[in-house]
């Protein structure tokens, strides 16, 4: 079973950094991997996307502010988040690419990981 | 932008359930519907508008291509009644309908 676990969320002041990964199964050998959130007030919301080749792309809304990465030697895809906002709080889910399929389709998910951004 | 509706449907075990998610451009066949159960993530049902995820069961189907899509559950059981999202997968940045909540009657 493909796995994905994310960390890194909790309570950060407006203005602040913070930097969720994402680690597991899931991670080795994936196409692509994606950072999307999830608040009552937006919904699901896609945050950014990265290949396995390294290119990335981002929402409007954070380009600038959020940096995709991947260690592939540590099989972990990160999301810094600078210059946070109060909505900018919701669950951060990772996810990847559905395997032997076109389309920029997600396959799996991990179980999420909250970001409050509050003063 | 995709619009989904109904945002609620009010349904019992063993009606049939459609949803529906209208794109503002054409998508060709570029669409997934995920289900999503209070406090878990989503999850996959179907891709390319009509493909059933592996492990899906067979009374979930879609259909639809260009603009105008459709969620069809043949015979609702318990585990069903969830919230249902469509999403499309042709372009950057991909967007998210705004969900379908699919609750006890």
């Known amino acids: 079973e493909v796995q994905l676990v994310e960390s890194g969320g909790g309570v950060i002041q407006p203005g602040g950094s913070l930097r969720l990964s994402c680690a597991g199964s899931?991670?080795?050998?994936?196409?692509?991997l994606t950072w999307v959130r999830q608040s009552p007030r937006k919904g699901l919301e896609w945050v950014a996307l990265?290949?396995?080749?390294?290119?990335?792309y981002y929402a409007d809304s954070v380009k600038g502010r959020f940096t995709i990465s991947r260690d592939s030697s540590q099989n972990t895809l990160f999301l810094q988040m600078n210059s946070l906002r109060e909505d900018d709080t919701a669950i951060y889910y990772c996810?990847?690419?559905?395997?032997?399929?076109?389309?920029?389709?997600?396959?799996?998910w991990g179980q999420g990981t909250l970001v409050t951004v509050s003063a | 932008q995709l619009t989904q509706s109904p945002a609620y449907i009010s349904a019992s075990v063993g009606d049939r359930v459609t949803i529906t998610c209208r794109a503002s451009?054409?998508?060709?066949?570029?669409l997934a519907w995920y289900q999503q159960t209070p406090g878990k993530a989503p999850k996959l049902l179907i891709y390319?508008?009509?493909i059933l995820q592996t492990g899906v069961p067979s009374r979930f189907s879609g259909s639809g291509s260009g603009t105008d899509f459709t969620l069809t559950i043949s015979s609702l059981q318990p585990e069903d009644f969830a919230t249902y999202f469509c999403?499309?997968?042709?372009?950057?940045?991909?967007?998210f309908g705004g969900g379908t909540k699919v609750g006890i009657k």
């Open positions: 990265i290949l396995r080749g390294g290119n990335t």
């Open positions: 899931g991670v080795i050998g994936s196409n692509y």
């Open positions: 390319g508008a009509s």
């Open positions: 999403q499309q997968a042709d372009t950057f940045p991909l967007t």
């Open positions: 996810a990847r690419d559905r395997p032997n399929s076109s389309g920029w389709y997600l396959g799996s």
């Open positions: 451009q054409g998508l060709s066949g570029w």
